[in-house]
């Protein structure tokens, strides 16, 4: 088990410095989602959702579409957060850059936050201990963290395992307990410190058999649930089962009747910059192993 997470550790490590690379001035998106998702198949693990790639303040959720022509500038604040999995053991790790080199104060404060954070996990340390960290390095550095989103245990073939980890101080503390898998993600921002839904979705999951009136619907819901099961797929992903108008009408119905959850694009409240870190780490009994590191 420990071998598979350090196995799909390492090539989301690979794969994330590969595509980090492909972030050019120029560049389409869609070109390096589909290059990391293909590069992670080759090295042998498959993706346990899609790629997510954020632009400036777009948090989370934004995957390009098939006819996505959005290029990156020079300037762009780009978080590229990745997911592989070895047989259902899955790696998640996400590092931000900005396009056309460099870094940024924004940046360092969320890496910041997350390296002090996994200098604290251990067993027994509560996850509300692990949030206040956050909060409070990202607040020395002059910003905000993103109070609604949260890092996550791991459990295999399942994503969001029970366990959150907070990137503000909670009242309510899990435990952190040894064998633990948590996937850490502080979000820091010079915005509100909040995300809000965007009205569009293109990041869905399958979640259970409803009846439905359209057969492109019923048609996609077998598709996922056979190819996806419980993780996260792209519209990409199912782009050729159909014409672009179906497959959003399908779509749609099928977030409508709860058949898939619909996984929001998630943008900045005052449209701050957004910055992300995020290790994979396995807990021991003296702290932990990241097992997205080289
Ligand atoms: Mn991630
Ligand atoms: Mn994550």
Not at 168 to 174: L, Y
Request: proline share 4%; net charge neutral.
């Amino acid at each position: 088990m420990q071998e598979q997470y350090e196995k799909a550790g390492k090539i989301a490590v690979e794969v994330v410095e590969e595509g980090l690379k492909k972030i050019t001035p120029g560049a389409k998106l869609l070109d390096v989602a589909n290059f990391v998702e293909e590069l992670a198949v080759q090295k042998g693990a498959k993706p346990a959702f899609p790629c997510n790639i954020s632009v400036n303040d777009i948090a989370a959720h934004y995957s390009p579409q098939a006819w996505d022509e959005s290029t990156f500038k020079k300037g762009d604040l780009v978080k590229l957060d990745i997911g592989v999995h070895v047989d259902g053991y899955i790696a998640d790790i996400a590092k931000s850059i900005i396009v056309g080199g460099g870094s940024n104060k924004l940046i360092k404060a969320a890496e910041k936050a997350l390296e002090n954070v996994i200098e604290l996990v251990k067993p027994g340390v509560l996850t509300s201990e692990l949030g206040e960290v956050v909060e409070n390095t990202i607040k020395d550095m002059g910003y905000l963290p993103i109070s609604n989103l949260t890092g996550h245990m791991l459990k295999r073939w399942n994503l969001h395992g029970g366990v959150l980890i907070p990137n503000i101080k909670t009242r309510h503390g899990d435990v952190i307990n040894e064998g633990d898998v948590l996937a850490i993600e502080p979000f820091a921002t010079n915005g509100a410190g909040r995300v809000v839904d965007d009205a569009n979705a293109i990041i869905f999951r399958y979640l259970c058999d409803r009846p439905l009136r359209m057969k492109e619907a019923r048609d996609i819901l077998q598709h996922v649930k056979t190819n996806y099961g419980d993780l996260p797929f792209a519209e990409r992903w199912i782009s050729n089962l159909m014409p672009r108008f179906k497959l959003n009408q399908a779509l749609r119905q099928l977030a409508y009747s709860q058949a898939i959850y619909a996984y929001h694009i998630l943008r900045e409240k005052e449209r701050g910059m957004v910055a992300q870190a995020e290790h994979t780490v396995i807990v021991s009994k003296e702290g932990c192993k990241i097992t997205t590191k080289i």
